[in-house]
C-alpha cells in the first residue's frame, strides 16, 4: 500500500516562501506521478502542479512562475517550492499520488489513488 505524507506547511508573510515535502512509502518515487494539490475554506480542492514518472511537470496557471516541483529519487521526496505567495494562495495543500504513466487527467482529484493528510499553508498581507 503507497502512503504518502505532507509537511512543510506554515505561515508566512505575502512575498515570502515556502517548501513543501512529499514522502512516499510502499513504493518508490519513480513508479509514481504525483500530484499537489490545495483547498481553501468553503472552496472545491483545485489542482497546483504535477510531476510525472518520466518527468514531465504540470502547472495551474495562478502558480505557473512562482511554483516549482520537483522530486528526489534518493530521499522518495516530492517537493513543491513556492515562492512569491501571496494571500489567495492561503489553503490546506495535498499530495496525491497514481502509478499511472501517462499524463491523461493530471489536473483532476478523482484521477489519483492516493492521498496525503495535507498541510496547512497561511500567507499574511
Known amino acids: 500500500q503507497v502512503q504518502v505524507v505532507a509537511s512543510g506547511g506554515g505561515l508566512v508573510q505575502s512575498g515570502g516562501s515556502l517548501k513543501l515535502s512529499c514522502a512516499a512509502s510502499g513504493r518508490t518515487v519513480t513508479s509514481l506521478a504525483m500530484g499537489w494539490f490545495r483547498q481553501a475554506p468553503g472552496k472545491d480542492r483545485e489542482f497546483v502542479a504535477y510531476i510525472s514518472r518520466s518527468h514531465n511537470t504540470y502547472y495551474a496557471d495562478s502558480v505557473k512562475g512562482r511554483f516549482t516541483i520537483s522530486r528526489d529519487n534518493a530521499k522518495n521526496t516530492v517537493y513543491l517550492q513556492m515562492n512569491s505567495l501571496k494571500p489567495e494562495d492561503t489553503a490546506v495543500y495535498y499530495c496525491?499520488?497514481?502509478?499511472?504513466?501517462?499524463?491523461?487527467?493530471?489536473?483532476?482529484?478523482?484521477?489519483?489513488?492516493?492521498w496525503g493528510q495535507g498541510t496547512q499553508v497561511t500567507v499574511s498581507s
Open positions: 496525491a499520488a497514481r502509478p499511472k504513466y501517462y499524463d491523461d487527467d493530471y489536473d483532476g482529484p478523482g484521477a489519483y489513488d492516493f
